[in-house]
């Protein structure tokens, strides 16, 4: 679908010195927030859509309270991506989604 031009991973201020190493390692910003995590993903998503320079939006979550970023992107223009893990994967997220990219939890 491209390359990735930004790629940022917010946790929460609990995240696990490990995790946010790994982030790094994996090429992501890490962007870590004391609050709630989903209204930076939001406020982080929203200036990616508002972005000329960017013609894909995608969105690692399984959360339905996504659906309006996802509709907001399409209706800027903008390729969406939604990927999601079962269960509680969105069926609205992702009959909204462009392209769907289901991964499965790892079994012990």
């Not at 679908?1 to 991973?9: F, L």
């Not at 894909?56 to 991506?81: M, Q, S, Y």
């Amino acid at each position: 679908m491209g390359k990735i031009r930004v790629a940022k991973v917010v946790l929460n201020q609990y995240a696990p010195q490990g995790l946010i190493e790994a982030v790094v390692n994996q090429g992501f910003e890490p962007i870590i927030v004391a609050g709630d995590t989903d209204v930076r993903v939001a406020i982080e998503a929203m200036e990616l859509i508002y972005n000329s320079d960017v013609d894909v939006i995608a969105l690692a979550t399984r959360d339905a309270d996504f659906l309006p970023l996802i509709n907001e992107a399409k209706r800027k223009g903008k390729e969406t991506v939604v990927i999601g893990v079962e269960p509680g994967f969105s069926a609205a997220l992702q009959n909204a989604a462009d392209y769907i990219i289901k991964m499965e939890a790892k079994k012990a």
